[in-house]
């Protein structure tokens, strides 16, 4: 309400009834005709909202003309002060908003005190005062309001770049730590937005499809409209507006779309708008530019509105809310992109490594189960066991493991270290590491090539025994008897070959095979050199009387080596400080937590949790795996009696084997794996 309006209803006779005399309203005449005729006034009019009121009018630019301020210098007579007081209530707002004072004809007889600041008191006239005085003070009332409106503005415009200062460097701050490409995009829009009050907006990002550049279309967003949209591509040319704005480097500024420049390259396609409702009217459009100056990314502003909070549900909404990206926004906006282009470029560039890296660490496993088919697919079903384990364990709210989390840089250090816990595998010779028998290929066909010349050698001294005979005239009964000899002795040798195949497989023999095996090893033969050698080495003896498995105690320690070797490999690599840990988990699967475990003897304080939750893991799909060609897959129930038994033996940890039972890992893991 205007202070006419506002004080239009006071009349003289309301003012009579307050006790005021007509002397005051003399005065007012006057000084209405002193401040109407004075022509050294800037002045928008002089009205008299009140009998008793004369108001002088000015309107000021302020804020380099960005607004203007309508002033008013109110003169009212003392007497006013003293019995009317209630008149100068309507001014209140605009005397604590800066935009009105009052001037004061005559001495009050009421001291002023403290509260006539409140009152909006500026200065007091004589009762008599000329024209110079009354234009002095009106120049100097509004000089003073006009100070202040300035000091205002610039206190205002302060806090406005103070706050905006401050996003920019929230932004900033925020766009620098992700590295999620799909996640920083959403970032940027979100602030882009919010620092220029567009109510929606999109981004494209730049590729290179042979030898042609195209926009893809990644993200849109709108605070008034819902709709589904996904990624299409269209060409990077100046023909649309997101391409020109790539294909010139240039930021575009529209306030409105329907209605472009006659000279303008590209036109806008309204085929959006008609699907969904949504009108769009003024759009902001910059590129997003590499430190290497190339244009990777386009973010585009659709229709600033004056009240952000405000949806645009229907045309007049538009029309009342929506106005043209001021040069503010475009230069905020200038100042986001600059920033998000370094940031795009650097998480781009992340993305890339982390592929690169995430391709290394899949060679990797197909080159250590190259080198033991028998185990292929066991790392990666480890790592995905271990990881839904941990999930789980990180969801506990109570119990040992309450307190333990994992965030999404925790789980992918894990994924990499379940995935590459058997990556020591390469630094163990093949034909220990894939043995599937107790001597080696070249030991057995040594066996069988002594065991062949022993046979040769038999027949040949039975030979040179029968023409001896033949030649002292012998019978054929004694030579008969000679031939049966050799039959037997043949038999026994074939009989000892079959023991040594026997005991060569990976099982539990009985205890009169061992024996068996002791007596051929102590049978001799003669070879061409005339040395007594016995049917089996020492070291061939050995590897036939291992109790259990293929291999031998040496053997065994090499296998137990690729622990030692995946730490030693894996510590060469630059993991970076997300992913350091990563030689340490993969290391300490196979430790204990009674310490007996290997290769550092580790007790249970010292092993991380992660390599516990991957030994629980690594035991079970061990257990029941059904592509070991040298045993049967064991059902669930045993192996979890198994894991439960390895927790009585003090091996595994009680705690997170009851969280692997009690969750079903294995059902979480092949419903996950379905879900893909």
């Given at each position: 309400m205007s202070v006419d309006a506002a004080l239009?209803?006071?009349?003289?006779?309301?003012a009579a009834a307050l006790g005021v005399a007509s002397g005051p309203l003399t005065t007012m005449d006057r000084i209405e005709g002193l401040l109407a005729s004075d022509t050294r006034l800037s002045k928008e009019g002089v009205t008299r909202p009140h009998a008793l009121l004369a108001a002088v009018w000015r309107l000021t630019s302020i804020s380099g003309g960005r607004s203007q301020l309508r002033l008013a210098t109110v003169f009212a007579p003392a007497a006013l002060w003293d019995r009317a007081r209630d008149l100068l209530e309507p001014l209140s707002r605009r005397v604590a908003e800066g935009t009105a004072v009052v001037v004061l004809v005559g001495r009050p007889r009421t001291p002023l005190r403290e509260d006539a600041a409140r009152w909006g008191i500026a200065s007091?006239?004589?009762?008599d005062a000329g024209a110079d005085d009354v234009y002095l003070a009106a120049h100097h009332a509004f000089d003073l309001m006009e100070t202040r409106a300035r000091a205002d503005a610039?206190?205002?415009?302060?806090?406005?770049?103070?706050?905006e200062l401050g996003e920019l460097i929230d932004i900033a701050r925020a766009m620098t730590t992700i590295r999620d490409v799909d996640q920083l995009l959403g970032v940027i829009l979100v602030k882009s937005r919010s620092i220029t009050g567009a109510d929606a907006g999109s981004i494209y990002i730049v590729e290179q499809r042979d030898d042609q550049r195209i926009l893809r279309f990644k993200l849109t967003q709108n605070d008034s409209v819902a709709f589904d949209s996904s990624e299409f591509t269209i060409p990077l040319s100046d023909r649309s507006i997101a391409g020109c704005c790539a294909h010139d480097k240039r930021t575009l500024n529209i306030p409105d779309v329907y209605d472009l420049p006659p000279d303008s390259t590209f036109g806008f396609d309204p085929t959006l708008d008609r699907r969904t409702g949504y009108q769009t009217r003024s759009m902001l459009v910059a590129p997003l530019i590499s430190q290497r100056d190339e244009v990777i990314g386009v973010i585009q502003l659709i229709?600033?509105?004056?009240d952000s909070g405000r949806k645009l549900s229907t045309p007049s909404d538009v029309t009342d809310q929506v106005v043209p990206f001021d040069d503010?926004?475009?230069?905020?906006?200038g100042l986001l992109a600059a920033q998000a282009g370094v940031s795009l470029e650097t998480a781009m560039l992340y993305d890339e490594i982390r592929r690169l890296f995430e391709g290394f660490v899949g060679a990797s496993v197909e080159a250590i189960e190259s080198r033991d088919p028998t185990t292929s697919g066991h790392s990666r079903r480890v790592a995905r066991l271990t990881l839904q384990l941990a999930k789980v364990v990180d969801a506990e709210t109570v119990g040992t493991y309450a307190a333990?989390?994992?965030t999404a840089e925790d789980l992918r250090e894990l994924e990499y270290a379940s995935l590459l816990h058997d990556f020591g595998k390469i630094g163990v010779r093949e034909k220990v590491l894939v043995k599937p028998r107790k001597l080696h290929d070249e030991q057995l066909e040594l066996i069988r090539a002594r065991f062949d010349f022993v046979a040769r050698s038999l027949e040949a001294e039975i030979l040179a025994r029968k023409i001896r005979l033949f030649e002292e005239g012998a019978a054929p009964p004694d030579l008969g008897a000679l031939d049966r000899e050799l039959e037997t002795r043949r038999s026994g040798l074939e009989a000892a070959w079959q023991a040594v195949c026997a005991a060569n497989e990976p099982t539990i023999l009985a205890a009169s095979v061992f024996a068996q095996i002791d007596e051929i090893a102590k049978a001799t033969f003669v070879d061409l050199e005339g040395t007594v050698r016995t049917l089996l080495s020492d070291d061939e003896l050995s590897c036939l009387?291992?109790?259990k498995g293929s291999l031998t105690p040496v053997e065994f320690e090499e296998i137990r080596s690729h622990v030692s070797h995946t730490s030693r490999f894996l510590s060469q690599i630059p993991w970076g400080k997300s992913l350091r840990r990563v030689p340490l988990i993969a290391g300490a699967h196979h430790e204990r937590l009674n310490g007996t475990g290997y290769p550092n003897r580790l007790r249970a304080e010292e092993i991380p949790l992660q390599s516990k939750m991957m030994?629980?893991?690594?035991?079970?799909?061990a257990l029941t795996a059904s592509d070991r060609p040298y045993k049967k897959a064991v059902p669930v129930d045993r192996a979890i009696d198994i894991l439960e038994y390895g927790v009585r033996d003090g091996h595994l940890d009680g705690e997170l084997v009851r969280i692997f039972k009690d969750a079903r890992i294995w059902e979480r893991v092949s419903g996950e794996a379905r879900g893909r």
């Open positions: 239009g209803s006071r009349s003289e006779a309301a007091i006239l004589a009762e610039r206190g205002h415009w302060l806090r406005r770049y103070r706050v229709n600033k509105k004056r503010r926004s475009e230069e905020l906006l333990a989390s994992f009387k291992v109790s030994s629980i893991a690594d035991v079970f799909d």
